[in-house]
């Protein structure tokens, strides 16, 4: 059955510094996502992205992050500089058509953890 | 912006109890997903549905739109149905990005 896939499971890195977490989404799925949970939290929306641009993306997608499709497989999310609050569970999705009536199939997640 | 609630926060059964998890939102949507989230953190969708009920094995998904409610059930509950349930809605956004709700902790004891 096919899966999204995200790479790495985990991420240690320290303040200040630049991450990339990659998602490999579905093959013939023209819409994806990008979600985060903080530890103890809910999840939260960050960002949408179709036809290659974003779409849609919340109050926390400030100009530290950054998405990108650089291929037609990989789907990325750049965080420029972290800041200890960046710490959390990164989630990929993704959805043949609008995700009001399609189903979200999501990653495993990536757990970035700042020092 | 649409506010997503979800009751018991923490829910402990016995094996083979049927167990109800209730969601409530805010603003009217056009489809509202379950997913289940296990300890490692991995989220699986369960059910989307924008009207009536949907059912896949011991699940069980209702929605009343003009209430603004859903329920999951689940029938002869099993260990292995521990997990964080949250309910989610289409937030509005064009792309259908989700709103969630803070989950639901549920705890089968054998």
């Known amino acids: 059955e096919p899966e999204v896939t995200q790479t790495p499971s985990h991420q240690v890195t320290q303040m200040g510094q630049e991450v990339i977490l990659r998602c490999v989404p579905i093959?013939?799925?023209?819409?994806f996502y990008w979600y985060r949970q903080i530890l103890g939290q809910k999840v939260e929306f960050l960002v949408s992205?179709?036809?290659?641009?974003?779409?849609?993306k919340s109050e926390i997608f400030d100009d530290q992050f950054s998405v990108e499709r650089p291929d037609g497989s990989n789907f990325t999310l750049k965080i420029r500089s972290t800041k200890l609050e960046d710490s959390a569970m990164y989630f990929c999705?993704?959805?043949?058509?609008?995700?009001?009536?399609?189903?979200?199939?999501f990653g495993p997640g990536t757990r970035l953890t700042v020092l | 912006k649409n506010e997503v609630e979800q009751s018991p926060q923490n829910l402990t059964a016995q094996e083979g109890e049927f167990i109800t998890i209730n969601c409530s939102y805010s603003?009217?949507?056009?489809?509202l997903h379950w997913l289940q989230q296990h300890p490692g953190g991995g989220i699986v969708s369960l059910f989307m549905?924008?009207?009536g009920k949907k059912k896949h094995g011991r699940l069980i998904a209702t929605i009343n739109i003009q209430e603004k409610h859903s329920s999951l059930h689940i029938t002869a509950s099993h260990p292995r149905d521990s997990a964080v349930y949250i309910c989610?809605?289409?937030?509005?956004?064009?792309?259908?990005?989700?709103?969630f709700g803070k989950g639901t902790k549920l705890s089968v004891k054998p």
């Open positions: 549905l924008s009207s």
């Open positions: 999705a993704s959805s043949a058509d609008t995700g009001y009536y399609n189903e979200q199939f």
């Open positions: 989610a809605v289409s937030g509005g956004g064009s792309q259908g990005n989700l709103i």
């Open positions: 093959s013939n799925h023209l819409y």
């Open positions: 603003v009217g949507i056009s489809a």
């Open positions: 992205f179709y036809n290659n641009e974003i779409s849609e």
